[in-house]
């Protein structure tokens, strides 16, 4: 993990991330969109925590304008303490090479890249080298030995949403992002790749951040936020399926 201080936060737990008062609005006039109305919000070190809402709600804008994707009109997004709106577009270039990871639905892979190629890519990149013995926990944790020298059109797509895991978590960044990392996945991979967040937190305390719809998904977390309508509305703590799909259906219900 990097050794930057993290934020105090409420009973002893430190934020990885911080946003305050984020807003985010297309267009204008009678055009105008809200996708984001004054959230507030820390994202705690060492935790998993899903976002969920209806769609429109925001929660992929949330994501990323946290993750340094997208800008916000309005208010302030901190990754530990360097505060997004400080910074030029080669030190955001850099902190979202060193201090974020990013899983994606479609799994971005590069097709004509090995996995293991693909897994070092980000290292590759910003001229590193994996630090001795963590790409090996890393390959392990994932199950992949036996792949690294295939191609993403030779994997399963379980095996592609591994390998990109992977990727996420050989530079070891303050904060993985996750959006709806198994949305293109059967159950059964689908479940290991959430096994395989948790265990990230659990084992090597990462701090994953994942959008998702999926109340099964959620209850793999420590924590869910419900965004409607742009604003945070209800938080729920190690949350269960049928916890999640009651405040879901609240949430559905006209005038809620």
């Known amino acids: ?3 930057a201080p993290l934020l105090a ?3 002893g737990r430190v934020a990885a991330a911080r946003v305050e008062d984020l807003t985010k609005t297309y267009g204008e006039g009678d055009a105008l969109v809200r ?3 004054g959230v507030t919000l820390d994202l ?3 935790e998993f925590t899903a976002v969920m809402g209806p769609s429109g709600s925001g929660k992929s804008t949330l994501m990323h304008c946290c993750a340094a994707l997208d800008s916000a009109t309005s208010g302030s997004v901190l990754i530990g303490e360097q505060r997004l709106d400080d910074l030029g577009d080669k030190a ?3 902190l979202r090479r060193d201090e974020i990871g990013f899983v994606f639905q479609s799994f971005n892979l590069i097709p004509t890249l090995t996995a293991a190629e693909n897994i070092l890519l980000p290292l ?4 590193r080298k994996p630090e001795p013995g963590w790409y090996d926990e890393v390959v392990a944790t994932v199950g992949l030995g036996d792949r690294l020298k295939h191609k993403p059109n030779e994997l399963s797509g379980g095996q592609q949403q591994r390998v990109a895991v992977a ?3 050989v530079s070891r960044p303050r904060i993985v992002f996750a959006d709806e990392p198994t949305g293109n996945l059967d159950s059964r991979s689908g479940a290991e ?3 395989l967040l948790r265990s990230s937190v659990r084992d090597h305390g990462q701090t994953v951040v994942m959008v998702t719809h999926d109340p099964v998904a959620a209850a793999y977390t420590d924590r869910v936020v419900f965004l409607a309508d742009g604003r945070v509305v209800n938080e729920l703590r190690d949350p269960d399926r049928e916890h999640v799909i009651e405040i879901m259906t609240r949430m559905s219900e006209p005038g809620a």
């Open 1 to 3: 993990m990097t050794d």
């Open 9 to 11: 936060g409420p009973v």
């Open 35 to 37: 996708a984001l109305d």
């Open 44 to 46: 705690y070190a060492g």
């Open 92 to 94: 955001l270039t850099r």
């Open 124 to 127: 590759s990149i910003a001229g």
């Open 167 to 169: 990727r996420a978590l």
């Open 193 to 195: 790749v959430l096994e």
